[in-house]
């Protein structure tokens, strides 16, 4: 259902790998000590996940409140826990068909990954999934659907262009740093880059990870309407 929806394929797919090519072509990511193409891909990964899990099942949540069709769910032994994990699930689907084209683009133009910071790496991004699938449905399932619409859309704006995910924390303004490190954003862009460009597992961009995922999983389960 989400690959059917071309507004979802845009985001999920166009998007992500349009942005990658842009941030090739242009000196946006120069003297950041590696190529172009090493130090996009990573927050490109990142990018993905915000993309299909936060931002994508968002919106697709909140107008299936919208529409009625979570109040007969709710009438299923699936519960909030069960619809959670059945999200969950589909964008790790999505995902990993993400990575697939991602990579394959990227390898094209020249990236070349640290091979021990594979397994790291997504394993990271797993956890950054399921991180970005609890805030949006904690987001879906407490506002109103145009709310939701709004407040994804804008969201991923603003991650996107200053939440650590494309450019490394440390080279944002210094005032922000503080306030940034510890979104969920910047927490998967530079685990992410640690591991497939330094191939080093980030104990404490994991930590903020695993924080996210466990308040916005609680939060969801809590407050989540099913109308």
């Known amino acids: 259902m989400m690959l059917r929806n071309g507004e979802q394929l845009i985001l999920a797919v166009v998007l992500p790998l349009l942005a990658m090519v842009a941030l090739v072509v242009t000196p ?24 299909t ?15 009625g069709v979570l ?22 689907a999505v995902l990993l068909i993400q990575v697939v084209l991602v990579s394959v683009v990227a390898l094209l133009i020249g990236w070349r990954p640290e091979l021990s910071g594979l397994v790291p790496a997504l394993l990271q991004l ?30 991923w704006i603003l991650l ?3 939440g650590g995910i494309i450019i490394p924390v440390g080279h ?10 510890v ?26 990870l695993l924080a996210w995922t466990i308040l916005g999983g609680l939060g969801a389960v809590r407050w989540f309407k099913w109308s």
């Open 28 to 51: 946006l990511l120069d003297g950041y000590g590696t190529s172009r193409i090493n130090m996009a891909t990573p927050g490109i990964f990142a990018l993905c996940a915000m993309s």
């Open 53 to 67: 899990a936060f931002t994508g099942q968002g919106i697709a949540t909140g107008f299936d409140r919208r529409y």
């Open 71 to 92: 109040r007969y769910l709710s009438t299923t032994p699936l519960g909030r826990a069960g619809l959670i994990a059945g999200k969950v699930i589909a964008v790790l």
């Open 126 to 155: 797993f956890l950054g999934a399921i991180a970005f699938t609890a805030l949006g449905l904690l987001v879906a399932g407490t506002v109103r659907p145009e709310a939701t619409l709004a407040i994804t859309n804008l969201l």
């Open 160 to 162: 996107a262009a200053a």
């Open 172 to 181: 944002l303004p210094s005032l922000l740093q503080p306030f940034i490190e």
């Open 183 to 208: 979104l969920p954003s910047a927490a998967l862009g530079d685990a992410l880059r640690s591991a497939l460009i330094d191939s080093q597992f980030n104990i404490s961009a994991t930590l903020i």
